[in-house]
């Protein structure tokens, strides 16, 4: 396949995961997962992933060595996709993924086993999965894709790094999420109402706290673009005196932690609440 001078691997729209990503080439996660965006979006990061985690060029990648191009070509032989994009993942092509962690990369850089879509997984074979990432094999890395990590067993994802993507326009919350970041956000201005809400009985279980988080996650990502995309971002971005978006990202990781190792969804929602708060008044 011929290529034009103009083809490249850096993902366009993606600079602030490209930077994340560039930053853990020297030292690589076991598991990456990518979620938010686009099926597309999340697939050419893995693509970016991989090159430059095996092209030769002294700043990888450089979109034009033969490694490089075969990665473009999806026939990089260190590249081993296995594709929910069209149809379920069986345990049978996880199986053969785990066959491959038994032997050393073909060439001298990273075997990168991808994911996509994972989300289509059938649970016997996240059970395998989950077994082939507790048991790496030298050389060998991980990347998950998915829409959203909730989509996910939480045992994968409380072994992988996550890296959010910005989400496409239409993201559409329900109208319940929509009261929730009210009440959130007349929390962080005034700190009133928001125990009394979390403190009613059956009021928050955890598919109601994960949706929340996933929610602010999305506020965030966008607040940290400049973006008024939700209720939560557009408060945050005309606040006097910025809250760091790193300290924002760190709180939500950290609650959706806590969620994995099925803490109380309540109490995880105030802890997310209140530091919040915190930040916010510490920083005006």
């Not at 990273?110 to 074979?125: D, F, G, K, S, Y």
Request: aromatic share 8%; with cysteine; proline share 7%.
């Amino acid at each position: 396949m011929e290529h034009s001078s103009c083809n490249t691997l850096r993902p366009l729209g993606q600079d602030r995961i490209v930077r994340y990503l560039d930053s853990l080439a020297s030292n690589p996660p076991h598991a990456l997962l990518l979620e938010g965006g686009d099926v597309t979006s999340r697939f050419a990061l893995a693509q970016y992933w991989t090159a430059l985690l095996n092209c030769p060029n002294r700043q990888p990648p450089c979109s034009s060595c033969p490694t490089c191009l075969q990665i473009q070509d999806q026939v990089f032989r260190d590249m081993a996709i296995v594709d929910g994009r069209e149809s379920q993942i069986l345990i049978s092509d996880v199986r053969t993924v785990r066959g491959l962690m038994g032997q050393p990369p073909h060439g001298k850089g990273t075997r990168v086993i991808i994911l996509a879509e994972a989300q289509n997984m059938e649970p016997p074979a996240a059970n395998v999965l989950l077994k082939s990432m507790e048991e790496p094999g030298p050389g060998n890395v991980f990347v998950l894709l998915a829409p959203q990590r909730g989509t996910l067993l939480p045992t994968l994802v409380s072994r992988s790094f996550v890296l959010t993507l910005p989400w496409q326009k239409g993201f559409a919350p329900s109208k319940d999420i929509l009261e929730w970041e009210q009440a959130l956000i007349h929390f962080m201005k005034t700190g009133q109402g928001w125990f009394a809400r979390t403190g009613k009985k059956n009021e928050v279980d955890a598919h109601l706290a994960r949706k929340m988080l996933l929610h602010c996650q999305q506020g965030v990502v966008l607040y940290s673009k400049g973006e008024n995309g939700t209720e939560l971002s557009r408060y945050l971005k005309n606040i006097p005196q910025p809250v760091p978006f790193d300290r924002l990202e760190h709180v939500l990781a950290h609650g959706f932690y806590r969620l994995d190792k099925r803490v109380n969804p309540a109490l995880v929602m105030d802890w997310v609440a209140v530091r919040f708060w915190k930040m916010v008044h510490q920083h005006s």
